[in-house]
């Protein structure tokens, strides 16, 4: 069974930063797309970042695009999300998600984490 556990949510004023991390077991992570999806209440769950199997290319959400990155450390089975600028429309929680084809959008997600909260207050 793929296992994904997200870590790094929390509570922080506009403007700060954080970093989510991602810890896969049960597959062979260099060979899978990854990806963050997030989800306000009541809203769907979007496609914020996703990046290849090799790191060598990503996709950012517009409204996160030159704040937040995606990166990928293959040796720890980790993806990682470095956000920056937090505004409260960031305020969801986020998912990691991994697949074996590229990450166009939440309903061909094959396994996903469990979700970790992230609050921006003004």
């Known amino acids: 069974q793929v296992q994904l556990v997200e870590s790094g949510g929390g509570l922080v004023q506009a403007g700060g930063s954080l970093r989510l991390s991602c810890v896969a077991s049960?597959?062979?992570?260099?060979?899978?797309?990854m990806g963050w999806f997030r989800q306000a209440p009541r809203k769907e769950r979007e496609l914020v970042a996703a990046i290849s199997s090799s790191g060598s290319s990503t996709y950012y959400k517009d409204s996160v695009k030159g704040r937040f990155t995606i990166s990928r450390d293959n040796a720890k089975n980790t993806v990682y999300l470095q956000m920056n600028s937090l505004k409260p429309e960031d305020t969801a929680v986020y998912y990691c998600?991994?697949?074996?084809?590229?990450?166009?959008?939440?309903?061909?997600?094959?396994?996903w984490g469990q979700g970790t909260q992230v609050t921006v207050s003004s």
């Open positions: 998600a991994a697949n074996s084809r590229p990450i166009t959008g939440a309903p061909i997600i094959s396994n």
């Open positions: 049960g597959l062979t992570f260099s060979r899978y797309y």
